[in-house]
């Protein structure tokens, strides 16, 4: 696994930190590498469905990000990137008292980043994985995603 | 278009009201009929991602609700339903001041419940298509959706 | 609707004859607009599964072909494309005579073009939608689509 | 990785004989485990597209045999199962002699079974990956997969 290089480490972390969703979830960047991110969150009321398990759709958000940014850490200089689409399956209830999101990119090419997410739920110190994605990143060159 | 029964609908007001995350959202239920939702959303940083628009991951949650509550609108008494999976294009920036999401129910199965989700963003007094889901929902016994 | 020009509508029904995989489907172009094409194939056991129904994954093929042309039609002179992704639901067995794949343009960006596809069955004069399908096609400059 | 009972392979290596899909496109069941599935199928005219290379509906078409059968081979007596739904990411252009689709259950629940598939192309004796998919089958009570 490459590193990335300091600068765009800085300017990955950065743009993180402006997504005001990943705020709301009290989310954290837990690992920043070349093709490879991980993002967790706690589980609190606050992205909850009806019965007190993580919101599916929150899962789904988490599990986008880390795909997203595992695609923004392999961009050239100039270019930016947008979601074109993603698909999730859910495996198992995510009941537990965090979450953490796996993002990998499976193939770069020049105009799109096919990246692989995988969302662990930690229950009583136990790791299971309970949902999957596959997603798409469109890369364009005339927007900045700082 | 069916309309539910009085019951029904209060069953379904009160899960709605019980996701912590469609809170989170200040989500509003716009509309509740037979395999028929609308869900908004005002815009706020809280949601946002680093552009200022729409987090991908919170449009995809409010479609993944809409359709969500779609399927539960037909469910016969004593069934619950889980989310299997979902998909999500993205057709146009989510730029604007409010979301709405509707989610239709496509084919309801004895076991399988398939939905169609639309999302809009309101800018301005204009409404534009901004996602589009295909999402499946699992028909449990088990299970309150209360 | 828009009729798409002779010339460009010749090119299209071209490539179609040279689609080996919709010649061994006995596929018929059934209409051809701009950014909506209807692909037919009547059933055999060539393209059956274990239970003499329609193969799943022929049901895909043909939706896939269907959206594919429904983008190619809307593209500039000099462009091409290439399927990106596609998700399918199926809504019921396709039992029956003869299938009709319907691909219609929900959105045309520079760089994507996202496709819907239904796909019905037709059984003694009956029809019926037996699956649906999202679609991503990615347009290119440097790969003829003849 | 679990072997398969000698009666439920021979079921499911009977089973695959009587896909005529399988037939048409010259497949090949390359390996049968408990939970893992794999299938080739040679490049041929019947089954390209217009720049004959595999087409991509073709492709789908076989992640998708390898993953139901991964399905199936995890079945308990007396269940079947149906294909829910599936959604296929490419991700480099299938041009080659032979494509060899691996499958693999992800999660085998009571209901749902949820699995992902991996298509390699095979091109002077190098194997390249070229789509993976995610697919969602369906256990039913009343149906043979026989």
Same mark, same amino acid.
């Given at each position: 696994m490459r590193e990335l290089l300091p600068d765009r480490k800085a300017e990955l972390v950065n743009?993180?930190?402006?997504?005001?969703?990943?705020?709301?979830?009290?989310?954290?960047?837990?690992?920043?590498? *070349?093709? *490879?991110?991980?993002?967790?969150?706690?589980?609190?009321d606050a992205v909850?469905?009806? *019965?007190?398990?993580?919101h599916g759709g929150g899962i789904g958000a988490l599990a986008d990000s880390a795909c997203g940014y595992a695609a923004?850490?392999?961009?050239?200089?100039?270019?930016?990137?947008?979601?074109?689409?993603y698909k999730i399956n859910f495996l198992s209830p995510a009941d537990g008292e965090r979450l953490i999101a796996v993002g990998r990119v499976l193939k770069?090419?020049?105009?799109?980043?096919?990246?692989?997410g995988d969302v662990f739920?930690?229950?009583?110190?136990?790791?299971k994985?309970?949902?999957?994605?596959?997603?798409?990143?469109?890369?364009?060159?005339?927007?900045s995603h700082k």
């Open positions: 743009s993180f930190s402006n997504q005001g969703l990943m705020k709301t979830f009290n989310a954290t960047l837990e690992r920043v590498d *070349h093709g *490879h991110i991980e993002i967790s969150m706690p589980y609190s909850s469905q009806q *019965h007190k398990f993580f923004i850490s392999q961009l050239q200089d100039g270019e930016a990137s947008l979601t074109a689409e770069a090419g020049r105009t799109l980043i096919v990246c692989q739920v930690e229950k009583e110190g136990q790791r994985l309970c949902a999957t994605m596959l997603m798409t990143m469109c890369v364009v060159k005339n927007l």
